[in-house]
């Protein structure tokens, strides 16, 4: 989700990086050292290493599909430890608190410090420290951000009217939300003005502080805002979770994504689709192949400003009609009566897996080579760095593996999930099996399509 | 051995008959159908194996003896067909890498 150049160093290093260690078996034993100088990078050609990519999933389907013992599955999946947190109440009392200094900081420092970007420690904390670091911590440790959200604590000590809030909308707000946040992130320079940055925040505090007002945080924070619900929908990838009454509980790693309660509606399956595409439009943007496509379309007489949200809704219609063909062919597949909206509902949540996994390889390389950054200029907020100069991060060679694996990691975890989650839905071993091949099949053609984005040489999206 | 108009444990329940019970909204029947329908919860299925093997899984505290033995039938004779899958599967997986390994070592 982070614009623009701050983001353009790492995803070229990433490209480059999974194109040439995706052989690192071959490597190694040419070279024995793992040592970037020591290294030799096979140059394949692109179809043969998504090929591989898609190969991968396929494997690991049928690997999955080993596996047809209805117990074992549910005791997996059922795996859990219970835990009471200790002082509980001050712990939430700092989190607000560290959420609001957060929130603080980043409008001071926005309005008040460095125009330069990498200088700037607003700018930095929301898309280093938040957007990549916290984004992290919510699929592999747990989610927090009910309890930082700043926007939350401020909007529950101030009055609401607690309107009853229309049922028929359900969650497509968020989703148009959501859409509209990816959409403002990459045709603005957000993240490079931390003026505009501080600017969007406040505007997007304004919306949600009157939406919560209106319906009650509660209700708000659950439904509508696109933030909230992407964590809260991150989160339940993570290990760690909190149930009502407060107490602690360690699970498995995706272990709870086969729970059908988690995706109950259409607009959830809606918004689990979007949180996906996001991620592949922010990439996609910046090709050479959509500056092609981009040029030609504007030549056209296309105006930019209409071609990039309809490009994004475009897309997004196509990642939707995608996945609700694939529910289609698995009720037929399966020779199941169950309904097409309950098949999507049911194996959506595996792609959140997909979503975390993409999410770490994209960003974990950038969070450690900026943190430098960030920490190198957070003594003296307002002035900048102290020389002039920032440092940044050089991430070892080696580390371009570990962003493949990332992403394949995300893809075994879904295909896992929606295998356990298929043999809960359906009576039949055989009839679970079979309604994964179209799903089966939609993520081969959704690593491929990543992959390749990922290995493309990442440009400045054009007409911006 | 959908026959189970003898058991007992449905005589507390409202629903009037297995038959007329309301197919849950879960469930989107094709116009054409001819379903199998589960007495102990509506849920309709395309074959008789099928509803025998939910019946096993979801109602396995409700069973009454005829229904036991058509689940364990239709769990033997699906457990022969998964062994021919795991066939299909392990002939896949074998393709897949020799497939790979051959491309790799004319294009790479």
Not at chain 1, 39 to 61: D, H, K, N, V
Request: charged share 15%.
């Amino acid at each position: 989700m982070v614009g623009t150049s701050l983001r353009r160093h790492c995803c070229h290093l990433l490209g480059a990086l999974l194109a040439g260690t995706l052989f690192v078996g071959t490597a190694a034993a040419h070279g024995g050292s793992l040592g970037a100088g020591g290294r030799e990078s096979i140059q394949i050609p692109t179809w043969l290493f998504l090929l591989t990519g898609g190969g991968a999933i396929g494997a690991s389907f049928l690997l999955a599909s080993f596996v047809t013992d209805r117990l074992f599955v549910e005791e997996f999946h059922g795996w859990g430890k219970d835990a009471v947190v200790p002082a509980r109440r001050l712990l939430v009392a700092l989190g607000r608190l560290a959420g609001l200094v957060g929130l603080a900081a980043v409008l001071g420092i926005g309005f008040l410090g460095p125009d330069a970007a990498l200088a700037n420690l607003g700018l930095l904390l929301v898309w280093v420290g938040w957007w990549a670091g916290f984004t992290m911590t919510t699929y592999l440790v747990g989610n927090t951000w009910p309890v930082l959200n700043p926007f939350r604590t401020v909007a529950s000590v101030l009055p609401a009217l607690d309107r009853d809030y229309p049922a028929r909308f359900g969650a497509w707000p968020s989703v148009v939300g959501l859409l509209a946040l990816i959409w403002l992130e990459v045709v603005s320079p957000l993240a490079d003005d931390p003026r505009l940055l501080a600017t969007t925040i406040l505007g997007y505090a304004a919306v949600t502080l009157a939406g919560a007002f209106v319906f009650g945080p509660d209700q708000w924070f659950t439904t509508v805002d696109p933030v909230a619900r992407v964590f809260r929908y991150y989160g339940r990838v993570a290990p760690l979770t909190r149930d009502d009454t407060g107490r602690l509980r360690l699970r498995l790693p995706g272990s709870a994504l086969t729970d059908a309660r988690l995706v109950d509606g259409l607009d959830e399956v809606a918004f689990v689709v979007a949180l996906v595409w996001v991620t592949t439009y922010d990439g996609l943007v910046a090709t050479p192949l959509w500056r092609g496509v981009a040029t030609w379309i504007v030549d056209l007489g296309v105006p930019p400003l209409v071609l990039y949200p309809a490009a994004l809704v475009a897309g997004y219609l196509a990642f939707f009609g995608a996945y609700w063909l694939a529910a289609r062919g698995a009720r037929r597949l399966a020779d199941s009566y169950v309904s097409t909206r309950v098949l999507a509902q049911r194996f959506a949540p595996p792609l959140l897996a997909i979503a975390a996994g993409y999410h770490l390889a994209h960003y974990l390389e950038y969070f450690l080579s900026l943190a430098p950054a960030a920490l190198a200029v957070a003594p003296t907020p307002l002035a900048g760095s102290v020389t002039g100069e920032v440092p940044i991060g050089v991430i070892p060679g080696w580390f371009g593996a570990l962003n493949l694996s990332f992403v394949l990691l995300g893809h075994l975890l879904a295909i896992w999930v929606a295998h356990a989650a298929a043999f809960d839905r359906f009576p039949g071993r055989l009839q679970a099996i079979r309604s994964q091949y179209t799903f089966t099949l939609v993520m081969i053609w959704y690593t491929m399509t990543s992959l390749w984005i990922v290995a493309q040489p990442t440009i400045t999206p054009p007409f911006l | 051995m959908t026959d189970t108009d003898t058991s007992s444990e449905r005589a507390g329940t409202d629903a009037p008959a297995a038959t007329d019970r309301a197919i849950p909204d879960e469930y989107d029947l094709p116009s054409d159908a001819d379903p199998v329908v589960c007495d102990h919860c509506g849920a309709p299925f395309a074959e008789a194996e099928l509803l025998a093997l939910h019946r096993g899984i979801d109602h396995a505290d409700a069973l009454d003896a005829s229904e036991r033995d058509a689940f364990e039938d239709a769990y033997e004779s699906e457990e022969e067909r998964l062994r021919l899958f795991r066939l299909k599967a392990l002939g896949a997986l074998v393709f897949l890498y020799f497939g790979l390994l051959i491309t790799y070592s004319v294009f790479a």
